[in-house]
């Protein structure tokens, strides 16, 4: 089992910044890769940005230039800095972790941890 747990979410203006941390905890070894996922209200859940065990990352056109993911192995700790952002980043940002390859298909689907998730607001 893995446990996944956000912190750093919070309330900024158009233009700010933040740096969401996921700490993994468990039986981390077998992960694969790792993402930062969002959901805004009355929206679907969307991948945000999702870094492989080697290192290479991607990030959703969306937020390509403003956000950068990356991982620390020795420390199981993954972080998402966030600049410039915009009220359209409002969303409930959750980290999630995979022990398949599914993080290899299109759309980053079927995670096999979630953490509880962080609340991000950005007013205009």
């Known amino acids: 089992q893995v446990k996944l747990e956000e912190s750093g979410g919070g309330s900024v203006q158009t233009g700010g910044s933040l740096r969401l941390s996921c700490a993994a905890s468990?039986?981390?070894?077998?992960?694969?890769?790792m993402a930062w996922f969002r959901q805004a209200p009355g929206k679907e859940r969307e991948g945000v940005a999702i870094i492989y065990n080697r290192g290479a990352t991607i990030l959703d056109p969306s937020v390509k230039g403003r956000f950068a993911i990356s991982q620390n192995n020795a420390t199981d700790t993954m972080w998402l800095q966030m600049n410039n952002l915009k009220p359209a980043d409002t969303a409930m940002y959750y980290c999630?972790?995979?022990?398949?390859?599914?993080?290899?298909?299109?759309?980053?689907?079927?995670?096999?941890?979630w953490g509880q998730g962080t609340q991000v607001t950005v007013s205009s």
């Open positions: 999630a972790a995979y022990l398949t390859r599914s993080c290899y298909s299109v759309d980053w689907s079927n995670p096999s941890y």
């Open positions: 468990g039986d981390t070894s077998s992960l694969i890769c």
